[in-house]
């Protein structure tokens, strides 16, 4: 599968984006989807993951409350929502693939699409 994230841009603390991700193929329906993120000198970590079906979603504590992932089947598309934006927000962020479910580990047999910049400014 291939993946083509976008929705990433400069935004002040406190603001939202939403970032999208489309996905090529015709068995997206069969994948977990989730989004990770890696700022400047630091590891890939993940942020949210969802099943095929919405019935498994998980946010990393950092974001849970302010961030919200969903997908359209339809379309081939996930989505992040992102509000109430924090300067520890900024990073690339990266679209990801897994067969089966999503994995909180990002070495966990995921496809990467080319990863969105966001940078939340004081």
């Known amino acids: 599968v291939q993946l083509q994230a976008s929705g990433g841009g400069l935004v002040q603390a406190g603001g939202s984006l939403r970032l999208s991700c489309v996905a090529s193929?015709?068995?997206?329906?069969?994948?977990?989807m989730a989004w990770f993120r890696q700022a400047p000198g630091k590891e890939r970590e993940f942020v949210a993951g969802?099943?095929?079906?919405?019935?498994?979603?998980y946010y990393a504590e950092s974001v849970r409350g302010r961030f919200t992932i969903s997908r359209d089947n339809a379309k081939n598309t996930v989505y992040l929502q992102m509000n109430s934006l924090k300067l520890e927000d900024t990073a690339v962020y990266y679209c990801?693939?897994?067969?089966?479910?999503?994995?909180?580990?990002?070495?966990?047999?995921?496809?990467w699409g080319q990863g969105t910049l966001v940078t939340v400014s004081s």
């Open positions: 990801s693939a897994r067969p089966g479910t999503w994995s909180l580990r990002s070495d966990d047999n995921y496809s």
């Open positions: 193929g015709r068995t997206f329906d069969t994948y977990g």
């Open positions: 969802i099943s095929w079906n919405e019935r498994s979603i």
